[in-house]
């Protein structure tokens, strides 16, 4: 996985420069578009503006989720580690 991100972050930082050019030149020197929208369009939109909002929360939820039990992990492993401490400390053997 680390490196599929790595090769796209790649392609992202070398795709980047040549990006705003391109851009420059598309707003420059624009022409005209008679775009025809029918009354599906909308639709369209909505479908796509819910589904964006919707898969984003659940992304976020299952980040927060994944959060919180590294933190409560975490904390388990730190109250374990310092009861076992404490069970090694204390013996019920008098000290000589």
């Given at each position: 996985m680390r490196r599929?991100?790595?090769?796209?972050?790649?392609?992202?930082?070398?795709?980047?420069?040549?990006?705003?050019?391109?851009?420059?030149?598309?707003?420059?020197?624009?022409?005209?578009?008679?775009?025809?929208?029918?009354?599906g369009s909308g639709a369209?939109?909505?479908?796509?503006?819910?589904?964006?909002?919707?898969?984003?929360a659940f992304y976020a939820r299952f980040l927060t989720r994944s959060i919180r039990e590294r933190v409560l992990s975490l904390k388990r492993a730190k109250r374990d580690g310092q009861a076992a401490e404490s069970r090694i400390g204390s013996s019920s053997f008098p000290d000589n």
């Open positions: 599929w991100r790595k090769v796209v972050t790649c392609m992202v930082d070398s795709a980047l420069p040549l990006s705003f050019p391109a851009f420059v030149l598309l707003i420059r020197f624009r022409i005209p578009a008679f775009i025809y929208t029918d009354p369209l939109l909505w479908q796509l503006l819910l589904a964006s909002f919707f898969g984003a």
